[in-house]
Each structure stands twice: as C-alpha cells, then as structure tokens.
C-alpha cells in the first residue's frame, strides 16, 4: 500500500478576540515565534519565515499557498487542530472554513480535537496546557485566571451540537474517509468519551455515512478502548525518551526540585526510538508517527525542550525507512508532526536557514518509495 503523508496543521496564526484578550491586541503565534530567543550559542533562534512570510490565516490566499505547497511536496493532507471546548467556545477556525467554503482549495484534511483545558502553560492543571511563554515578562504574562477556557464535554444535546457544527465537513469531498466514516482525531482519550462516540456513531450512520472513524494518540500504557473503527499513532513525545532512563530520572528530579532547566535530545536518538517502536507496531490499528524538528523554547523558554542535531538529509533518511516500513506492514497513513507548528520548531514551510530542503526531503523519501 502506498504511504500517504498526514501533516499536523496550527491554526494559530491568525486573530481572534480571546487571544487579544489573554496576550494582548494583534497577538498570534508569530508572536512567540519573533520573541523566541539563542538559548545557547549555536541556538538557531528565533525561525524566520523564508523571505519574511509572516502569513495571517484569515486571508485565502494564504491558506490555498500553503495546500499548494504541500501537495507539490507530496504532503496527501493535513490533520488540522479544531479547538471545541464546549458549546459555548469554539476557536481558531477560521483557515477550516476557508478551505470548506472554497472548492478550488485542492488538500485532503480531517479535524484532530485538542479537547482539554486552554490553561496557562506554566500551571499545574491537567490537560491541554498550550499558552506562550515569553521569558522575561513572567510578572506581565502570568497574572490572571489558570484556566482560561475550560473543557466541557457536556450531554447528549452538546455532542450533537457539536456533531452538526461538523457535519458540512464531514460531507466534503475532500474531508479524509476511510470506509465510507469520515476521520476523527481526539487528542486526549478518557472513558468518559465513550458514550459520545456512541452518539456520533448514530448520528453519522443517520446522515448516510457508516459510523464514525476515530483516531487517537496512542501512548504509553495506553489502554485501547473498545472498537470504533480507530487507528492509533504514536506521537513525538513517547519517543524522545524511554520510560526509565536515566535521562528522565534526572530531569523528574530537577522538576520536583523547582530548578529551571531546558531539556535537550539526540535527533538521531528520537529517531531511533521512533524506527524501533515502529518496527514493533504491527497490529492493523496502529499507524505511524514522524517528526521535522521539535524546539518549543519560543513557548517554554528555558523550561523548554529541544531535540538537537535535526537536518535535512537525516530527515529524509529516517522518512525513508519509516516509509518502508509502513508499506511492508500494509499501512495507509504517517502522521507527521508538523506542517507549521513554528512555536514548537516543527514545520515543513520554509524557513530562511533552510529554505525547501526539509520539504524536498520529504518528496525524495516518498519518491524513492514509489
């Protein structure tokens, strides 16, 4: 079976009123971006856009530029970050509706729902905790409430506002389907979610389709919930290290300590660890995650964590043996982290220190992989 490319898509970059709310007027992830600072010498801060092309997400032809850039690169879709955190508040939609109401914007998608709590980054309260950090400006930026929306799931009547708000998109011809199911990702599983996937899978069959196809993250001791048609990939993040390593004993240690510190990875390492779980992956519902970079220190500063020594060409080499073996475990999707997370030094645009090269190591790796 021929590998087909899922590319993480961020939302981020454009504007919305909760963000001039919480960061301040005109704030999108550009900010943190420009604000990221060398950490070290050798540090490659801040990203720079290739040719300054600090895009905003709310203007078509951004949007459109970027499906066209990665379909000519051999990206087959994007896994676009939808942010529902109840029926009251749902966020950062804007580049979703473009391509929805524009048929001529040629790109495979589904939604991946980041459902948890939008909280401060530098709390300690569970779930998802994105927020920039801009080192310097602790007292500025951390006043305030620690949640700042919450995560509800709700009843019976909130999932099928929230099944209807997502219908036109699961009826788009572009919208990614596996087995006549339109594709559903959920980032954070929990049993609670049972009962709702029930409903959408009742709904969906309701509106013609059969079920619902949900995906999650798959992680360590992950508990693989009864069947609903899911595939489960592995992120980024249960590869960067092994659970009892000595690494992860040091870092928990000075966590507890309160020290701040920034913790750095091997790419090569990451890597390795990614090819060896893959190879172990064999069971059908399982499909396989890739990684360009990782360097969230634009968000986290010096509590940040970087992986070290990505390049071009090892990227291409490393996709390349993912590839094959995806294919030889007959598997139709890579799921890869990121096509613009430029906050966390993930992304396939380009940028001014290496212009199309992770872009064109993509191609190759699927090219050479027929």
């Known amino acids: 079976m021929k590998t087909k490319i899922i590319a993480m898509y961020l939302p981020q970059f454009h504007e919305i009123p909760e963000n001039n709310e919480f960061w301040g007027e005109g704030f999108t992830d550009w900010v943190t971006v420009k604000k990221a600072k060398s950490l070290y010498e050798g ?18 032809e ?14 087959y879709g994007f896994g676009i970050y939808h942010y529902w955190f109840n029926s009251d508040k749902n966020i950062l939609t804007k580049p979703a509706q473009i391509i929805l109401d524009n048929k001529d914007i040629d790109i495979n998608y589904f939604y991946i729902w980041d459902n ?20 310097g400006d602790k007292e500025k930026t951390h006043k305030g409430k620690a949640v700042l929306i919450p995560y509800i799931l ?13 219908l036109p998109y699961f009826n788009d011809c572009r ?52 069947s609903y048609h899911q595939y489960f990939y592995e992120p980024l993040h249960c590869s960067w290290r092994n659970r009892f390593s000595i690494r992860k004993i040091a870092y928990k240690a000075m966590q507890i300590a309160g020290m701040k510190f920034l913790e750095i990875y091997s790419y090569d390492g990451v890597w390795r660890n990614i090819l060896r779980s893959a190879k172990n992956a064999k069971s059908k519902n399982i499909s396989l995650g890739a990684f360009v970079a990782y360097d969230d220190t634009p968000r986290r500063g010096t509590r940040g964590k970087l992986i070290k020594g990505a390049t071009p060409s090892k990227f291409h080499k490393y996709m390349s043996r993912l590839i094959k073996i995806s294919q030889a475990q007959n598997k139709e999707y890579i799921f890869l982290t990121a096509w613009n997370e430029w906050g966390e030094g993930a992304f396939l645009e380009p940028d001014m220190s290496n212009k199309y090269d992770y872009l064109n190591a993509l191609k190759s790796a699927l090219e050479e992989n027929g």
């Not at 709700?154 to 708000?165: K, L």
Request: glycine share 6%.
């Open 62 to 75: 951004n949007v459109k530029w970027q499906t066209e850039l990665a379909k000519k690169y051999g990206v």
């Open 154 to 166: 709700g009843t019976e009547t909130d999932w099928a506002r929230h099944f209807n708000y997502l």
């Open 116 to 135: 948890g709590n939008w909280a401060r980054s530098w709390s300690n309260i569970p779930g998802n905790d994105w927020a920039p950090f801009f080192e």
């Open 43 to 60: 540090h490659d801060q801040p990203k720079v856009p290739l040719d300054n092309n600090y895009y905003d997400l709310s203007k078509k």
């Open 175 to 226: 919208h990614i389907k596996i087995n006549n199911r339109p594709v559903f990702g959920i980032y954070n599983y929990s049993k609670e979610l049972e009962p709702m996937m029930d409903c959408w899978d009742s709904l969906a069959k309701k509106y013609g389709f059969d079920g619902i196809h949900f995906i999650f993250h798959h992680v360590f001791d992950f508990h693989i919930p009864k």
